[in-house]
């Protein structure tokens, strides 16, 4: 455990923020040792160590993921079914963090019950704001379009959620931003705040995500 939480301290260095992004450029080169059986699970503990760098984190460092880490810290497989891949906890709201490695239109049926389901049941149990983020290598139109009318039937009810999509090259772009100019969590949830409002603004979720594409260094600042 003390290992872990200083390995999650250092993830705000810069030269720890230039391996992630080094991690991210392998999975995508396909040029990670191990091959393709290893890249769901170091795709994961990259956004994994993304937020860790963006710290201030509540509560214990391994509750954050769901998927297994060697001693040495890295993945040994990605998120087993059933649970979120990632859930963040901070003061005032929490983040559950779903990621695959789809990117046709295999992208939904791959994740249509687990990204609602998880961020549902989280917000009913939090007592406090949750945010969903799902990322993938491109985020799929039918995706888009099925995040930005995201709800769930929970307790009786049918619960608006927010889950905002970002692709691995978004991701890699406010982590860059971050090592700029190291913003807070609290800029963090206005971030993701403005991202859902931006739903307001358009007719579908194809034209919600190109304009989280177009405001998206200006909201992470």
Known sequence: EQKEYLFYKDQS??????????????IKSRTLLGG???????????????FLAI???????????????????????HAKGGVPDMVFNY??????????LHQSVSQWAAEYT???????????????????IFIAPRIEPNMAQQ????????????MNLNIV???????????????????????LKEALEKCTELKTKVKNGKEWYESISQNLLTTFT
């Open 13 to 26: 260095l810069d030269e720890q923020i230039d391996d992630i992004v080094d991690y991210f450029e392998m």
């Open 165 to 187: 999509p970002f692709s691995t090259e978004q991701i890699v772009a406010i982590l860059q931003n971050f090592k700029k100019k190291k913003f807070s969590v609290k800029d």
């Open 147 to 158: 995040l930005f009318n995201a709800s769930w039937h929970i307790n009786d009810e049918f």
């Open 55 to 77: 710290n201030t984190l509540v509560g214990s460092i391994s509750d954050t993921r769901n998927f297994q880490i060697d001693e040495e810290l890295k993945p040994i497989h």
């Open 91 to 100: 003061e005032d709201f929490a983040i559950v963090c779903e990621a695959t």
């Open 114 to 132: 687990s990204v609602p389901k998880h961020v549902a049941a989280m917000s009913a149990s939090s007592g406090k704001p949750v945010f969903g």
């Open 36 to 50: 393709d059986a290893y890249f769901p699970a170091y795709y994961e503990w990259a956004i994994w160590r993304v």
